[in-house]
């Protein structure tokens, strides 16, 4: 709920400050009767209730310009509305169009099979969840759209950001005839699957981040996390006032402790913008307040999650549990399993080393980074401020197998085998075409972005001062010019585009 207040909020603001004028209302969610499985006729009498939302506050057909459709695919989260990504929404108002987009299956609303933890864990139903079902998926939705509107001819401008972003580049790579340009902001494509050679990249970043921001902080983390590797778990229970006793092997106590510190971590380094107002400084003057390695350090450390959340609008938590108060009032402990995937042998540690959330979502995204998205992250202690920790395929396959009895698919090289991402490593198109990658360097998740122009139809942005897409978050005051420049520049490219595409539709 506060998320979607949240979201509605800043939907409402940058509108106001483009037209002056009180917005619309935010669209209702819809609903469409989807296939379970677009590529099996076997199953045709499967279908499951998918949540859509739709934006035609501005859709004008009657101007003599074709008008356009911006789809913007769902992420890993459930979605209460449409993305306040601010370049893609003002350009389909500036273009009388229409703004979709459409929740991921199995996230939310849209469960082909219910709200149940054992959902995942069916044979049956395991294979449904891929990125070329989801993919179909907004195949589907886009086509009925444009057959609903009779706007056959009208461009489709695909954008997202992070796991959305990858699926915009995915869609124009795999359905060109459905999806027109694609807008990757913070896309890791390289980051999909191992063989690239930067597993130590993403917390490197995250490290010097860091470091450029609170110098001495990276010592004092390091330091923090020798004490959790050396204290008892009595001592780390009672030191950092944990919810629950923390167990005493390894693999179940200390482990999901450590994991939940570079989640917390990962998660401020990716809202590191603007940079003056990072959560990043919050966190790091805290534990720069208490005694190197100690443990009111590290708790002062933990506890700031709290305070950092309840001012930016609770976008930066696990929801809470029994044990704590919610967001209104500081938690009266430190839950560690607050954080853990649901569903069966679900814990905090997961196949994503950034974090998976809590929950059903959790699980769903468990098992993408189990079987497509094989994320391989890792830590050595030297280029980041974490402890030696290498990402393996073994690891991978021991808790993929434990969680969902399957394995990576292709030894974690699905993705890369099946969207030529070796060949776009090489510096060659694997059929991409009209696809802008852009990326902030203060981004850890930019580890596995695209850097570098291909031809005239791949094209980059690259921000010295951004982090997480911000590129696709309304304008702000403290804005850098690396990052205005960089909304300029993918503006400029897509209506390039679509005046090129315009010009051989003879629209």
């Not at 999806?179 to 063989?195: E, K, T």
């Not at 106590?253 to 510190?261: A, D």
């Not at 699980?363 to 990402?391: H, I, S």
Request: charged fraction near 20%; charge should be negative.
């Amino acid at each position: 709920e506060l998320q979607l207040r949240s979201m509605m909020a800043l939907i409402t603001a940058f509108v106001l400050s483009i037209y002056g004028a009180p917005p619309p209302p935010p669209p209702s969610p819809l609903f469409l009767q989807q296939p379970c499985d677009h590529f099996n006729a076997e199953r045709e009498n499967c279908t499951f209730s998918h949540k859509y939302f739709l934006d035609d506050s501005h859709w004008n057909n009657k101007t003599g310009e074709t008008p356009i459709i911006v789809f913007i695919p769902g992420g890993e989260a459930a979605m209460g509305g449409i993305y306040g990504y601010d370049i893609l929404i003002k350009l389909a108002y500036k273009y009388n169009g229409l703004v979709l987009t459409m929740e991921h299956r199995f996230y939310g609303d849209s469960q082909p099979f219910g709200n149940n933890w054992d959902d995942l864990h069916d044979s049956d139903h395991l294979g449904l969840l891929s990125v070329e079902q989801v993919m179909a998926d907004y195949a589907n939705i886009i086509a009925i759209t444009k057959e609903k509107y009779n706007c056959k001819n009208s461009p489709v401008v695909a954008g997202g950001g992070s796991y959305s972003g990858k699926l915009a580049a995915y869609m124009r790579l795999k359905w060109p005839a459905t999806v027109d340009i694609a807008l990757a902001a913070s896309a890791p494509v390289f980051l999909d699957s191992p063989g690239f050679g930067n597993e130590y990249d993403y917390y490197a970043i995250v490290t010097n981040a860091t470091r450029k921001l609170s110098p001495k902080c990276p010592e004092y983390i390091r330091a923090a996390i020798a004490t959790v590797l050396e204290e008892s778990p009595q001592a780390l229970t009672k030191g950092l006032d944990l919810c629950e006793p923390l167990p005493e092997s390894y693999e179940d106590g200390k482990l999901q402790l450590l994991q939940r510190i570079m989640n917390q971590f990962a998660d401020t380094a990716m809202g590191n913008y603007p940079p003056k107002n990072s959560p990043i400084l919050t966190e790091c003057n805290n534990i720069l307040m208490h005694p190197k390695g100690s443990l009111e350090g590290l708790a002062a450390f933990l506890d700031d999650r709290w305070k950092w959340t309840k001012e930016n609008g609770g976008m930066l938590i696990t929801p809470p549990t029994p044990n704590e108060t919610g967001f209104d009032q500081p938690p009266k402990c430190y839950n560690v399993s607050s954080a853990a995937a649901g569903g069966k042998n679900g814990r905090v540690v997961c196949s994503d080393w950034s974090g998976c959330g809590a929950g059903l979502n959790a699980e769903a995204w468990d098992y993408e980074a189990c079987m497509e998205v094989v994320q391989p992250l890792g830590t050595n202690n030297k280029t980041d401020m974490f402890w030696p920790r290498p990402y393996s395929l073994e690891w991978f396959n021991d808790h993929c197998t434990r969680r969902f009895g399957a394995k990576p698919l292709r030894k974690g090289r699905w993705l890369a085998h099946t969207m030529g991402l070796d060949y776009l490593r090489e510096g060659k198109s694997a059929g991409f075409s009209r696809v802008i990658f852009s990326n902030g360097l203060q981004d850890p998740w930019s580890a596995g972005g695209v850097f570098d122009d291909i031809g005239k139809d791949i094209l980059t942005v690259v921000m010295e001062n951004g982090a997480h897409h911000v590129d696709l978050r309304a304008p702000v005051p403290d804005d850098t010019p690396d990052v205005i420049a960089g909304r300029k520049k993918e503006n400029e490219i897509m209506e390039k585009w679509l005046a090129e595409i315009k010009a051989e539709r003879r629209l």
